[in-house]
């Protein structure tokens, strides 16, 4: 379990390098810059407030876009990705590539940061 501090922080995963989603996968249209991957489950409360903060980020930022994604609907996917519980956030570059990584509610300094990041090219 990860530890308070790093609750909600993004960061890089060595089994995310290489991963590339379009919108096959995603259900959605990738943003022209960077889009927010957001896996969610029903009754997830820090999943609402990670869906607030996600689109507030996303409607501040140009060419950002922000997708959520039911955990229980996609269970393959969830498999595919080793998301282990929600919210888990994705930060993927302009070509769907995984740049980022966060599991619990991140906070908006921090995804920012994330954005930059995929922005800027990893």
Do not use: Y
């Not at 996968?25 to 990738?30: A, F, P, S, Y």
């Not at 489950?41 to 876009?65: D, H, K, Y």
């Amino acid at each position: 379990m990860p530890s308070r501090r790093r609750k909600g922080r993004a960061r890089v995963r060595g089994r995310d390098e290489g991963t590339v989603l379009g919108p096959a996968e995603l259900g959605g249209e990738l943003g022209e810059r960077a889009t927010l991957v957001q896996f969610s489950s029903a009754f997830c409360a820090p999943c609402r407030a990670t869906r607030r903060v996600l689109g507030e980020v996303a409607a501040m930022v140009p060419g950002v876009s922000h997708l959520e994604i039911d955990a229980e609907d996609r269970l393959e996917l969830v498999r595919a990705l080793d998301i282990l519980k929600t919210p888990t956030v994705l930060v993927l570059d302009a070509r769907g590539r995984v740049v980022r990584r966060a599991s619990g509610q991140p906070r908006r300094a921090d995804v920012i940061a994330a954005l930059g990041a995929a922005v800027a090219g990893g």
